[in-house]
């Protein structure tokens, strides 16, 4: 998949401007009525069975990258059922899908992941994200005018592979939106969840097939090519940051050994702690990989299998009513981590003010892409973090609203 070369309509935000003016408080002050908040609770735990059914549906019939065909008409067929309006597909993507509800003048968008990954199934949870996103929108339903909401629900493939979030972002679906949040299953309760910056690289060598015995000197050895990068890379690690990480595969190099090779291939990943970091790394990797080239007198293709995957930058007045919302429905008291992991939701969050906490249904007993993971995904501990996830978006969606109406913003009516 090829990496955008525009920018999304959505112009990057001004982040200084947004911490100066919407400083996180320790205990935000509570402008949406206690009663409101238990209804909403109330009507979420109301479609309890439904919820837990969908992300138990979505666990047993695992997708993979961009064919959550199943996963995605499951979420939107449920709700549809309780009265939004939903167009599938979506943006250009055949798995996305949008549902949307009210007219209020604060829009919020409820983030739905629904793929597995290759061969562990729902080792990431993402069965969890799917239906805790619905039960938030389940929730607001029935209030979302009387609260000045707007609610839109987007439904997000590829996100382990291929970036689907940044592919929804550059066709507009997060255009008009005051705010965006999703919840994700983890070892650990954190709230302010930090990732690191994610870019992909696809090399592909092309030398000259040759007897390694009869005319060896003839040959331009594309394995050669890449074992030269290899060792380059191995090197650049000696001087790289201490967030900075280079990790690959090598696809192929070679099919016999009585035959040098006319082609090689490899899979990179590269990371940094922030997305400004990471062009300056993908520079110097990209550079090894064109030595390898230089050296054997073979040549080099660099492309990109999928766009870039961001930082993760929470929003601070999101994340101080998260963190209330949180602490009001008995969650662990988050902890403080550094960055971990990567997702697309950080691309959402350089655009769009934005949160993704993360919510621990294991006791750190295993980690997300573990065989146990999956286990966990449909356990006891997750099924209540999917419901707790849901009612705390949904009160930090009435939160907002609530926020900008009593600021003079627009949810004054």
């Known amino acids: 998949m090829a990496q955008p070369e525009n920018q999304p309509q959505n112009q990057p935000r001004d982040q200084s401007r947004d911490q100066s003016e919407q400083q996180p408080r320790d205990r935000p002050r509570d402008r949406v009525p206690s009663a409101a908040k238990q209804a909403v609770r109330e009507r979420v735990h109301a479609h309890r069975a439904e919820l837990l059914a969908l992300s138990h549906r979505i666990h047993a019939h695992p997708e993979t990258a961009f064919e959550e065909h199943r996963a995605a008409a499951w979420c939107a067929q449920l709700l549809r059922s309780h009265g939004y309006s939903v167009t599938a597909p979506a943006h250009g993507l055949a798995t996305a899908f949008t ?45 979302a005018d009387l609260l000045g909401l ?43 969840f930090r990732s690191f910056a994610l870019g992909t690289l696809s090399v592909r060598y092309t030398g000259h097939a040759a007897h390694p015995s009869l005319n060896p000197h003839e040959g331009r050895n594309a394995a050669d090519a890449l074992t030269v990068a290899q060792v380059a890379l191995g090197l650049l690690r000696q001087q790289l940051p201490p967030q900075w990480r280079v990790h690959g595969i090598t696809t192929a190099a070679g099919t016999a050994p009585n035959l040098i090779p006319d082609s090689a291939s490899a899979e990179y990943e590269i990371r940094a702690s922030a ?15 064109r030595a390898g080239a230089l050296a054997t007198g073979c040549e080099v293709e660099l492309t990109r299998p999928e766009p870039d995957y961001l930082d993760m ?35 959402v969050s350089h655009v769009v003010p934005a949160i993704h906490p993360v919510l621990d249904i294991t006791g750190g007993s295993c980690a997300p892409h573990e065989a146990a993971f999956a286990e966990a995904a449909v356990g006891a501990e997750a099924e209540r973090a999917l419901l707790d996830g849901a009612v705390a978006m949904a009160w930090t969606a009435m939160d907002l609203a609530g926020a900008r109406g009593a600021d003079g913003g627009p949810a004054g009516r």
């Open 275 to 289: 997305a400004e970091d990471l062009a300056q790394l993908r520079a110097r990797v990209e550079d090894c990989f």
């Open 150 to 192: 707007t609610v839109r629900v987007i439904g997000a493939p590829a996100e382990e592979r291929g970036a689907g979030k940044a592919l929804l972002l550059e066709a507009g679906a997060f255009d008009g939106v005051d705010a965006a949040m999703m919840v994700h299953p983890c070892p650990v309760e954190v709230a302010d």
């Open 313 to 347: 930058r929470s929003d601070p007045a999101l994340l101080a009513h998260w963190r209330a919302n949180a602490a009001a429905l008995g969650r662990p008291e988050p902890v403080e981590r550094g960055p971990f992991a990567c997702t697309d939701m950080g691309n």
């Open 99 to 143: 549902a949307s509800l009210g007219s209020g003048p604060v829009t919020v968008a409820l983030v739905c992941e629904y793929d597995a990954l290759p061969g562990l199934g729902h080792a990431c949870g993402h069965n969890l994200i799917a239906a805790a996103g619905v039960g938030a929108a389940l929730g607001l339903a029935p209030y």
